[in-house]
């Protein structure tokens, strides 16, 4: 049975990829829609890349995945390590549970929470800072604390929830190896170093690339929901940008342009990313 | 083997096929029954068992929600409506933010299948309108709708706004019955206590302000009053700036015929030291950007925050909500301020005349149905329906005048206009009356509001609209010049960038191409001069 597959991929994948190529080219007009509009070539492409803002977005952009990258990447595997190392499987299992659960709170929660937390006049934070004596910020006000602010976020959100797949990585290694270290006298230590990182290095290296290959996307919504014009200089990013722009005044064939920008983008890093680990490792995509 | 197992798929292919374009015929059949060759009829407005149409009809709706209630026909207010008309209405999720509601609008557009009735800012429906997604009215307005037909043949101002470029009206609008919208509310028992009186100038606003932070108004005690707040972001610090004699409110106004942009006006720049100056010494809220609605009614509920700006009906809500700690708690609602430029006060915050419109889909079984109670909405009897709700319950009439119940007036927690959503109120398209507005208001909010009146100005028309190519412009130029704008004018009201960097910020204005948009946006206002 390889026809549904088939025809499923076909419709509802690639259907969708050539008409949003072929949108981003043409000056689309929901009313007329595909055969009815007209062609505008790479007008939309250079459009976007003529903005006066295109090179903070890019900047915003790369930036807030480069931190995420150095700190919310590796956060889930020291926690899936950490936690390993407990012996104790009902403390173990409540931990894990604890951990994903800001998963399942929504976006708008998560943002409102930010905002109560950090206000100047009631928010804890403050409230905290002034005990010791220091002065009121409105960090949602100071476009330098927003990156700050949205990687940390961020990692509260996904901590739990990404280590899972760690967890069923470790939970694959033979433990016979672990065995045979003990008996040759390894530590905790070195059985971490030598056997539990290997073992899930794989997994860890397959996340990495998947994730390179989104370096030029964020989940905009939490942006959304935490920016405000005064902080636009640090947490303005391509996907808010193209949601004010090609959602909101239902620009789609410039929204389509830049995402077709995005992809392409990606592709060319997961590509390069991929050499890379085919160099260096023996795991890669393909 | 294998071709047993194309065959399969083959199958599945037709049978989902078949599924589909059943359900759609079976959709096709049902409207086919209905009377489109009773055209004879129209002109009759209610039938023999008194209700509009002869057989009931579905009519899908999308239209904006409202968080107080699910939309229901079986809803009290809901009820008679549905039943005079014969119609069951069927409600379409919709989102509750504005911005998603136009989001979801679009894309419904986009996916073909579009429901009977639409609500939408009127830009859009006759940007539809043109496109062909919306029916053109005239001929059903003609035919089957006398009561609107009189609306607009008495008001020639209303037939101006919904007329699109075209020629054509595309949707059903909306009416308002007053103008006044957003105002000045004060503590008056905070002004009492401190034995002020209700500023009239910028400089008394200041000194009050100042009093209200350092003179301990609420008398706890403690230093912790923050004198004005507000939940509309920078559109809550309109009343610091017109008295400069410019406004927040639009981006584009008219001198002298000429369109210019508000936000490079030199007056802005007075405005915007005096707001500064304000924000600096801890008068304004130092959260205003980030305040939502819930942190704006605790600045109130806890009695740090004695003034802000907002629409009328909000002054009685706002005293209900702090008058349950509270009891001695005062509003007063304030007229727009003198500024020192001897520019005479005004605001330019205000009800439009149509607020929100209703197409009717192109493509809709039900064109004259729906323009046949459509018209209802606008008979007298139709708009004591949509206003007052069911004869007994919600209201009562006392000497020909509708008033409410007290199930409206009188409820613990909520204000009417909120307890009238509950209940299950749709803004539908009608019009409004000042009469039913003051059987909602109390006196003394009546009172407030039209104290407000005079000062209104009229403002720059919404109902303007674009050809494809200006709209292209406008895209691009406007949305960049509008990002800057947003980050600029915080900036120099928070402080974050000094006033006197105000002349640079107008050239770089000037370089992101204002004056492109300038020409669309005057083209545009001399189309709506001519319809």
Same mark, same amino acid.
């Given at each position: 049975?390889?026809?549904?597959?088939?025809?499923?991929?076909?419709?509802?994948?690639?259907?969708?990829?050539?008409?949003?190529?072929?949108?981003?080219?043409?000056?689309?007009?929901?009313?007329?829609?595909?055969?009815?509009?007209?062609?505008?070539?790479?007008?939309?492409?250079?459009?976007?890349?003529?903005?006066?803002?295109?090179?903070?977005?890019?900047?915003?952009?790369?930036?807030?995945?480069?931190?995420?990258?150095?700190?919310?990447?590796?956060?889930?595997?020291?926690?899936?390590?950490?936690?390993?190392?407990?012996?104790?499987?009902?403390?173990?299992?409540?931990?894990?549970?604890?951990?994903?659960?800001?998963?399942?709170?929504?976006?708008?929660?998560?943002?409102?929470?930010?905002?109560?937390?950090?206000?100047?006049?009631?928010?804890?934070?403050?409230?905290?800072?002034?005990?010791?004596?220091?002065?009121?910020?409105?960090?949602?006000?100071?476009?330098?604390?927003? @990156?700050?602010?949205?990687?940390?976020?961020?990692? @509260?959100?996904?901590?739990?929830?990404?280590?899972?797949?760690?967890?069923?990585?470790?939970?694959?290694?033979?433990?016979?190896?672990?065995?045979?270290?003990?008996?040759?006298?390894?530590?905790?230590?070195?059985?971490?170093?030598?056997?539990?990182?290997?073992?899930?290095?794989?997994?860890?290296?397959?996340?990495?690339?998947?994730?390179?290959?989104?370096?030029?996307?964020?989940?905009?919504?939490?942006?959304?929901?935490?920016?405000?014009?005064?902080?636009?200089?640090?947490?303005?990013?391509?996907?808010?940008?193209?949601?004010?722009?090609?959602?909101?005044?239902?620009?789609?064939?410039?929204?389509?342009?830049?995402?077709?920008?995005?992809?392409?983008?990606?592709?060319?890093?997961?590509?390069?990313?991929?050499?890379?680990?085919?160099?260096?490792?023996?795991?890669?995509?393909? | 083997?294998?071709?047993?197992?194309?065959? &399969?798929?083959?199958?599945?292919?037709?049978?989902?096929?078949?599924?589909?374009?059943?359900?759609?015929?079976?959709?096709?059949?049902?409207?086919?029954?209905?009377?489109?060759?009773?055209?004879?009829?129209?002109?009759?407005?209610?039938?023999?068992?008194?209700?509009?149409?002869?057989?009931?009809?579905?009519?899908?709706?999308?239209?904006?929600?409202?968080?107080? #209630?699910?939309?229901?026909?079986?809803?009290?207010?809901?009820?008679?409506?549905?039943?005079?008309?014969?119609?069951?209405?069927?409600?379409?999720?919709?989102?509750?933010?504005?911005?998603?509601?136009?989001?979801?609008?679009?894309?419904?557009?986009?996916?073909?299948?579009?429901?009977?009735?639409?609500?939408?800012?009127?830009?859009?429906?006759?940007?539809?309108?043109?496109?062909?997604?919306?029916?053109?009215?005239?001929?059903?307005?003609?035919?089957?709708?006398?009561?609107?037909?009189?609306?607009?043949?008495?008001?020639?101002?209303?037939?101006?706004?919904?007329?699109?470029?075209?020629?054509?009206?595309?949707?059903?609008?909306?009416?308002?019955?007053?103008?006044?919208?957003?105002?000045?509310?004060?503590?008056?028992?905070?002004?009492?206590?401190?034995?002020?009186?209700?500023?009239?100038?910028?400089?008394?606003?200041?000194?009050?302000? &100042?009093?209200?932070?350092?003179?301990?108004?609420?008398?706890?005690?403690?230093?912790?009053?923050?004198?004005?707040?507000?939940?509309?972001?920078?559109?809550?610090?309109?009343?610091?700036?017109?008295?400069?004699?410019?406004?927040?409110?639009?981006?584009?106004?008219?001198?002298?015929?000429?369109?210019?942009?508000?936000?490079?006006?030199?007056?802005?720049?007075?405005?915007?030291?005096?707001?500064?100056?304000?924000?600096?010494?801890?008068?304004?809220?130092?959260?205003?950007?980030?305040?939502?609605?819930?942190?704006?009614?605790?600045?109130?509920?806890?009695?740090?925050?004695?003034?802000?700006?907002?629409?009328?009906?909000?002054?009685?809500?706002?005293?209900?909500?702090?008058? &349950?700690?509270?009891?001695?708690?005062?509003?007063?609602?304030?007229?727009?301020?003198?500024?020192?430029?001897?520019?005479?006060?005004?605001?330019?915050?205000?009800?439009?005349?149509?607020?929100?419109?209703?197409?009717?889909?192109?493509?809709?079984?039900?064109?004259?149905?729906?323009?046949?109670?459509?018209?209802?909405?606008?008979?007298?009897?139709?708009?004591?329906?949509?206003?007052?709700?069911?004869?007994?319950?919600?209201?009562?009439?006392?000497?020909?005048?509708?008033?409410?119940?007290?199930?409206?007036?009188?409820?613990?927690?909520?204000?009417?206009?909120?307890?009238?959503?509950?209940?299950?109120?749709?803004?539908?398209?009608?019009?409004?009356?000042?009469?039913?507005?003051?059987?909602?208001?109390?006196?003394?909010?009546?009172?407030?509001?039209?104290?407000?009146?005079?000062?209104? &100005?009229?403002?720059?028309?919404?109902?303007?609209?674009?050809?494809?190519?200006?709209?292209?412009?406008?895209?691009?130029?406007?949305?960049?010049?509008?990002?800057?704008?947003?980050?600029?004018?915080?900036?120099?009201?928070?402080?974050?960038?000094?006033?006197?960097?105000?002349?640079?910020?107008?050239?770089?204005?000037?370089?992101?191409?204002?004056?492109?948009?300038?020409?669309?946006?005057?083209? #545009?206002?001399?189309?709506?001069?001519?319809?």
């Amino acid at each position: 049975m390889f026809l549904p597959p088939l025809i499923y991929y076909l419709i509802f994948r690639y259907v969708p990829v050539v008409m949003a190529v072929v949108i981003s080219m043409m000056d689309y007009n929901i009313y007329k829609g595909i055969f009815g509009s007209e062609w505008a070539g790479f007008k939309h492409f250079i459009d976007f890349f003529n903005s006066v803002y295109f090179g903070r977005l890019l900047r915003n952009t790369l930036m807030i995945n480069l931190l995420s990258l150095v700190f919310v990447f590796p956060a889930p595997i020291i926690f899936a390590l950490l936690l390993n190392e407990v012996r104790n499987s009902l403390i173990k299992r409540m931990v894990q549970t604890i951990s994903y659960l800001p998963h399942f709170v929504s976006t708008v929660i998560v943002a409102s929470m930010a905002v109560t937390f950090l206000s100047p006049s009631v928010g804890l934070i403050n409230n905290i800072l002034v005990q010791f004596g220091m002065e009121r910020t409105n960090f949602l006000l100071d476009p330098n604390y927003f @990156w700050g602010i949205f990687t940390f976020m961020d990692l @509260w959100k996904t901590l739990g929830w990404s280590a899972i797949l760690y967890f069923a990585a470790l939970t694959g290694i033979n433990t016979e190896l672990y065995e045979a270290a003990r008996v040759d006298g390894a530590n905790r230590w070195h059985q971490t170093w030598h056997i539990t990182l290997p073992g899930i290095a794989p997994t860890i290296i397959i996340l990495l690339l998947l994730k390179i290959g989104h370096m030029l996307e964020i989940g905009y919504e939490l942006i959304v929901l935490l920016y405000n014009p005064n902080t636009y200089l640090t947490a303005d990013v391509i996907g808010t940008y193209v949601y004010r722009r090609g959602i909101l005044d239902a620009n789609y064939s410039f929204a389509s342009a830049v995402g077709l920008f995005q992809s392409v983008m990606g592709l060319l890093l997961i590509i390069i990313a991929n050499k890379l680990a085919r160099k260096y490792s023996e795991t890669s995509l393909w | 083997m294998k071709k047993e197992r194309w065959m &399969k798929g083959i199958t599945g292919v037709i049978l989902i096929s078949v599924t589909l374009v059943g359900c759609q015929t079976g959709g096709q059949e049902k409207a086919a029954t209905t009377p489109d060759a009773k055209a004879s009829e129209a002109n009759k407005p209610v039938n023999a068992n008194g209700k509009i149409l002869d057989k009931q009809i579905e009519v899908s709706v999308y239209m904006r929600p409202r968080p107080e #209630s699910v939309e229901s026909n079986e809803l009290l207010w809901m009820k008679p409506i549905s039943e005079k008309t014969n119609v069951n209405f069927k409600w379409l999720k919709a989102p509750a933010d504005v911005n998603d509601y136009i989001e979801k609008f679009n894309l419904t557009l986009a996916g073909g299948t579009l429901p009977d009735l639409m609500e939408a800012p009127l830009d859009l429906l006759n940007k539809g309108g043109e496109n062909g997604v919306f029916e053109p009215l005239n001929k059903l307005i003609e035919q089957n709708m006398p009561n609107f037909k009189k609306i607009i043949e008495q008001n020639p101002a209303i037939l101006k706004d919904i007329k699109s470029d075209d020629g054509n009206i595309y949707f059903f609008p909306q009416i308002s019955a007053v103008k006044t919208i957003n105002l000045q509310i004060f503590r008056q028992d905070w002004l009492d206590n401190l034995g002020l009186k209700a500023p009239k100038t910028t400089e008394e606003m200041y000194q009050i302000l &100042k009093a209200f932070k350092e003179k301990d108004p609420n008398g706890n005690g403690k230093n912790d009053e923050i004198p004005f707040t507000t939940r509309s972001k920078i559109k809550g610090l309109l009343p610091f700036i017109e008295p400069f004699g410019v406004s927040f409110e639009e981006d584009f106004y008219v001198d002298n015929g000429q369109v210019k942009y508000t936000f490079t006006d030199a007056k802005l720049k007075d405005a915007l030291e005096y707001t500064a100056r304000l924000y600096k010494e801890g008068l304004i809220d130092k959260e205003y950007i980030t305040n939502d609605q819930k942190i704006w009614e605790s600045r109130f509920t806890n009695e740090v925050s004695g003034a802000t700006f907002d629409s009328f009906p909000r002054l009685e809500a706002l005293e209900k909500l702090v008058g &349950k700690a509270n009891p001695k708690v005062n509003l007063t609602g304030l007229t727009p301020l003198q500024g020192p430029s001897g520019i005479a006060p005004f605001t330019k915050s205000q009800q439009n005349l149509i607020k929100n419109g209703f197409g009717i889909s192109s493509k809709s079984k039900f064109k004259t149905e729906i323009a046949k109670i459509q018209d209802w909405f606008y008979s007298p009897e139709g708009q004591l329906a949509m206003n007052f709700g069911k004869l007994g319950e919600t209201y009562t009439m006392e000497n020909n005048e509708p008033k409410y119940t007290d199930l409206v007036m009188k409820d613990k927690n909520n204000a009417p206009l909120i307890k009238m959503y509950e209940l299950g109120h749709r803004e539908f398209a009608y019009q409004w009356d000042i009469r039913y507005e003051n059987a909602m208001v109390s006196p003394k909010l009546a009172q407030i509001r039209d104290s407000i009146t005079p000062f209104i &100005k009229p403002k720059y028309p919404v109902a303007l609209s674009f050809k494809q190519q200006e709209r292209d412009v406008l895209n691009s130029k406007f949305t960049e010049i509008t990002t800057y704008k947003d980050e600029m004018m915080n900036k120099f009201i928070i402080g974050s960038e000094p006033i006197s960097k105000f002349d640079d910020y107008v050239k770089q204005i000037d370089k992101m191409g204002i004056d492109a948009v300038l020409k669309i946006q005057q083209a #545009s206002y001399d189309r709506y001069l001519k319809r």
